[in-house]
């Protein structure tokens, strides 16, 4: 059993930058490939980036140029950092493991707002 707790969502204004963090209950970086997803309300739920076990980052195209994951292996944590935020970023943010996701987070908001 992998447990995902994320954490780090808000309200930011448009252009601003937000870090969403996801304590994993073990260090399972070595075995999944670690993702972000994204689901906005009335939308399907849509990939943001993953991160391999190897360290190979995918983004989606809307996340590239702005988005960037990352891992720390000390603290099984894995990170969404997000600059240059837009209206339409607007959604819940999932963290997952494996590839398809085999474990979910609950999920953190993300509002960008003025």
């Known amino acids: 059993q992998v447990q995902l707790v994320e954490s780090g969502g808000g309200l930011v204004q448009p252009g601003g930058s937000l870090r969403l963090s996801c304590a994993a209950s073990?260090?399972?970086?070595?075995?999944?490939?670690m993702g972000w997803y994204r689901q906005a309300p009335g939308k399907q739920r849509e990939l943001v980036a993953t991160?391999?076990?190897?360290?190979?980052?995918n983004y989606a195209d809307s996340a590239k140029g702005r988005f960037t994951i990352s891992r720390d292996n000390a603290k099984n944590t894995v990170y969404l950092q997000m600059n240059s935020l837009k209206p339409e970023d607007t959604a819940v943010y999932y963290c997952?493991?494996?590839?398809?996701?085999?474990?979910w987070g609950q999920g953190t908001q993300v509002t960008v707002s003025s």
């Open positions: 073990s260090n399972i970086f070595s075995i999944y490939i």
């Open positions: 997952s493991a494996g590839v398809p996701p085999k474990w």
């Open positions: 991160l391999s076990t190897g360290g190979y980052r």
